[in-house]
């Protein structure tokens, strides 16, 4: 129960500093991502903001035994650069830099009124969908083909 | 065009840190939004609930900066569909297959020295560059 009150707080502080810092507009994001043209730096400071907690924080939360609230951390344990990471990365930046919406930024600008972050979010969550699935699905032919 | 602001991008930076550090030091989990959003339909049941509140409270938390701050002023956009579809289902796929997003792998990987997230963050801050660079000014279609 503690767990959730947490997560709701975290979140929305989450995007409080979204809409602070106007990465909900998506013409300031492709204004960052534009280096050809008149460059917004806004996303860099956000960015450098954030990172700039979590490097000084994380040390010092990573070094406890566990959560507060929890039993463990649930962290990534993979450490190798395959190919999925990187593949995954550039077609996730193709997308990002074609509607000027991440994740975060295009769920917290459904509160604008306007239907770019509605559709972008719809069509992120059928993206992410389909690809679960054809994971669903190589793991099942591979179990499938390992116990023939 | 609305002038660029640094204060309020720092600080709007440093929330995002300090809501990433509270959820990791609380509940032990990593602020990574694409990772939260795909798990609301894959994930475990129990894993589910707080995913949504999450969400929930991001949506209600940006909603409640612009209530306070008042009709702060955008960007001039339009409407672009085919953009938002192609975009979203790339953004969807990408971040699913390469474990993260922006905050996952930026905000989050780079804090915890992951030299995975710091390979994806490159990787999609270059490719989302090349994208606007090839559409806005070779193509010359505006996004």
């Known amino acids: 129960m503690t767990r959730l009150i947490t997560a709701a707080i975290t979140g929305m502080i989450f995007g409080i500093g979204l809409a602070l810092s106007q990465m909900i507009d998506r013409q300031r994001v492709l204004g960052f991502l534009d280096v050809a043209g008149s460059w917004d730096p806004t996303l860099l400071f956000v960015l450098g903001g954030a990172v700039g907690v979590t490097l000084v924080a994380f040390r010092f939360v990573l070094t406890c035994s566990r959560p507060v609230l929890d039993d463990r951390f649930y962290l990534p344990t993979r450490k190798d650069i395959d190919r999925p990471l990187v593949a995954g990365a550039i077609v996730f930046g193709v997308g990002w830099g074609l509607a000027g919406y991440c994740p975060g930024p295009a769920v917290a600008g459904m509160t604008l009124g306007v239907w770019n972050p509605v559709l972008f979010v719809v069509c992120m969550v059928i993206g992410s969908w389909i690809r679960s699935r054809i994971e669903e699905h190589s793991r099942a032919s591979t179990s499938a083909s390992s116990t023939a | ?143």
């Open chain 2, 1 to 143: 065009m609305q002038e660029f602001n640094p204060l309020s991008a720092t600080v709007g930076g440093v929330l995002i840190g300090i809501s990433a550090t509270l959820l990791l030091l609380l509940n032990g989990r990593i602020a990574g939004i694409s990772g939260i959003v795909g798990g609301v339909l894959t994930a475990r049941s129990q894993d589910v609930l707080w995913r949504w509140l999450f969400l929930i409270s991001l949506f209600l938390g940006a909603a409640l900066y612009r209530v306070i701050a008042g009709d702060t002023e955008l960007l001039p956009d339009r409407f672009a569909p085919i953009l938002m579809i192609v975009g979203g289902l790339l953004v969807g796929y990408g971040t699913r297959l390469g474990g993260g997003c922006t905050s996952g792998h930026g905000v989050c990987g780079l804090g915890r020295l992951s030299a995975r997230s710091l390979v994806a963050t490159l990787c999609f801050v270059a490719s989302a560059m090349v994208t606007v660079f090839l559409v806005r000014h070779v193509l010359e279609i505006s996004l």
